[in-house]
């Protein structure tokens, strides 16, 4: 297949493009910089099978010669650090942004995957979320400029689909970590990773009792793979139901990282806390059944993998 990746220099983008190669497809790769980077595809600038295009997808339509067999959509500003700091481009990126990436889709005949997030279930009053759960998101709170656009993007996926026939898929993803985090993108991975490694207080956030469940990002690209292939239309959920609290999470990353780091229990600057999830964890029976898909990495291999690439660069 010939393949368009929004967003495909960022973390998650690039994992994929190094499986989807593995695969025997060709890639172009729309990016404007904005969070991911050059370097993180600087090792596929050299292929053949390999474009790397310069563009905001909000600013512009997404023009492409030739056929196109896929789209799949990640560009958006996943960490809280940025799209708090960007609420407005967040929104146009969820909203203009996937239309634009649709429209191409449409355009082509191209199957489309939008990358969603497990953040449309907002604070859930439903645990583990299910993908029959509507969610509990607050419109107008700092985090609504997020979850609200994927809300929206998948919105505008279905109509896609009801409207156009367009073969569309709609991954629901939860936190996922690896390798190419930049080290400073303010989500608890990085910074727990880099505040182990430089023997820093790790910064829990009021006491540490919320919930995350992590996946590792080659369990992730395997299953949006595999949900692109498909022939599923309702939303699915990606990541590991491997739930623990932010405290448990912090002292296992002091443990693999055998650091003399302290937990420092602080408030978070700004409105980072402010309708901050309580509980996280994903149901992936629809996944396992519809996909044949399950993560194989556990939290601990993982982080132990994670912090490795990290120390090479704190
Ligand atoms: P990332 O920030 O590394 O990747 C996002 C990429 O999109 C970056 O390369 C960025 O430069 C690009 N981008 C942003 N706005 C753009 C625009 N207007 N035009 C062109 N490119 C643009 O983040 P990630 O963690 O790799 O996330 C990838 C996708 O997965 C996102 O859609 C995100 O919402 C979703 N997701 C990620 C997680 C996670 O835990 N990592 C969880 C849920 C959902
Ligand atoms: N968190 C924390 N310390 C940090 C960064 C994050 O305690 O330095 C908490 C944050 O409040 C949230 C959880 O860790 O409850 C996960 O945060 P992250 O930004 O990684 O992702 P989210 O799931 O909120 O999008």
């Known amino acids: 297949m010939r393949i368009l990746i929004t967003g495909g220099a960022g973390f998650i983008g690039s994992h994929l493009c190094d499986l989807l190669i593995t695969k025997g497809h060709t890639l172009v790769v729309v990016d404007d910089f904005s969070t991911g980077s050059r370097a993180n595809v600087q090792h596929l600038a050299q292929s053949e099978v390999f474009t790397l295009v310069e563009q905001d997808v909000v600013a512009q339509p997404i023009v492409m010669d030739g056929p196109l067999d896929a789209v799949i959509h990640l560009a958006s500003l996943p960490s809280p650090v940025d799209y708090l700091g960007n609420p407005v481009q967040t929104l146009l990126t969820g909203s203009t942004g996937t239309h634009h990436a649709l429209e191409l889709a449409r355009a082509k005949g191209a199957r489309f995957l939008l990358a969603s997030t497990s953040e449309v279930y907002g604070d859930p009053l439903v645990h583990p979320q299910t993908e029959s759960y509507w969610g509990n998101v607050n419109p107008i709170g700092p985090r ?137 964890q994903p149901d992936i029976t629809r996944a396992k059944e519809m996909l044949g898909w399950e993560p194989q990495v556990s939290v601990r291999e993982g982080i132990a993998t994670a912090l490795a690439w990290f120390a090479e660069r704190v």
């Open 144 to 280: 609504g400029v997020y979850d609200e656009s994927k809300r929206f993007a998948e919105a505008m996926t279905m109509a896609y689909y009801t409207k156009y026939d367009l073969d569309i898929h709609i991954a629901r993803i939860f936190n996922t970590y690896g390798p190419r985090m930049r080290l400073n993108d303010g989500r608890v991975v990085p910074n727990f990773c880099r505040q182990a490694l430089r023997n820093e207080p790790l910064t829990v956030f009021d006491d540490g009792s919320r919930t995350r469940s992590f996946c590792y990002v080659s369990d992730l690209v395997r299953g949006l793979y595999a949900l692109l292939l498909s022939e599923v239309h309702e939303p699915v959920n990606l990541g590991n139901p491997q739930e623990m609290s932010i405290l448990e999470f912090a002292q296992l990353v002091i443990e693999l990282a055998h650091s003399q780091s302290e937990i420092a229990f602080s408030a978070a600057d700004g409105d980072r806390t402010t309708d901050d999830p309580k509980t996280r």
